[in-house]
């Protein structure tokens, strides 16, 4: 693993760089890559959390969000996202967000949400991660980008850009989406990648986005299998400012619908490093 001394290297100087409403699919799903698209490269590694420190996060870099937020965080989700131990700590060399089932400040249901929102905010890059998802009927793991400007400038006006979603119980496959004007919730352009005799909960996977001006490339390990323009959009293009990074593992809400008696808890999603580049 890479040492967090370069977390915040750029260009010789040290810097402190520092939603999901999708329920139907707007564009085709599908598990083949296209070969015709073009892939960019990114070298410039402008930050990185390889989660080599036991214990809290490195509050330089990650916020908690916490509570209910407004009906579930827009998507009548049932867990309360808290900062404690028991839903989120680096332990091992990685980041666990833990789904909990207990009775906590009125909900049913506990877990973690973090952001760099305020942190770390860019436009255009690579952006990645090493992930292991859980598993189960009702759970619902993200790894996503949100607007910097989302707070007056109201979703979906300021963009969403959802790297990795995952249903706990559709093992095999994620989805990859953009949310803007005339194309959120339901509407959202999306596609899906569904592995072949292997299974996302089993191992680690990295999931990512090359993202610039004229383009979004979606990954899944080295394979390219979604990229979106402003041409496949049927409203405005909104990613062109800067967006943060969001993690959490949501419990039940629109697209997992709730979990049932064969979802067991606790469920953990186990994050190796998040890593963002420049080209």
Not at 21 to 40: G, K, M, P, R, W
Request: aromatic fraction near 14%; glycine fraction near 8%.
């Amino acid at each position: 693993m890479m040492s967090k001394t370069i977390k915040y290297i750029i260009k010789g100087k040290t810097f402190l760089f520092m939603s999901f409403l999708l329920v139907t699919l707007f564009v085709i799903s599908s598990c083949d890559t296209d070969e015709t698209q073009t892939v960019a490269t990114f070298t410039n590694l402008v930050m990185s959390d390889e989660f080599d420190t036991d214990g809290a996060l490195d509050s330089e870099l990650w916020n908690h969000e916490i509570g209910t937020g407004v009906n579930g965080w827009g998507n009548n989700e049932l867990q309360y996202y808290t900062d404690r131990t028991e839903n989120v700590k680096v332990e091992n060399g990685y980041l666990l967000i833990t789904a909990n089932r207990e009775d906590f400040n009125g909900s049913l249901y506990t877990s973690a949400r973090i952001t760099t929102q305020g942190l770390f905010e860019q436009a255009y890059g690579r952006f990645e991660a090493r992930i292991k998802v859980p598993s189960g009927k009702g759970i619902w793991p993200a790894f996503w980008l949100l607007g910097n400007d989302c707070e007056t400038n109201i979703w979906p006006q300021c963009g969403e850009i959802d790297i990795m979603e995952f249903l706990g119980d559709n093992p095999t496959t994620i989805f990859g989406s953009v949310h803007g004007p005339g194309y959120s919730a339901g509407q959202a352009v999306t596609k899906s990648y569904t592995l072949e005799n292997d299974r996302y909960d089993t191992g680690f996977h990295v999931f990512g986005i090359e993202w610039s001006p004229e383009s979004i490339n979606y990954y899944v390990d080295d394979a390219l299998y979604q990229t979106i323009t402003p041409a496949d959009v049927p409203g405005e293009w909104v990613f062109d400012s800067k967006f943060y990074i969001i993690l959490n593992v949501a419990v039940g809400g629109n697209f997992p619908g709730a979990p049932n008696d064969e979802t067991t808890f606790p469920q953990s999603m186990l994050v190796d490093y998040v890593r963002v580049y420049q080209q």
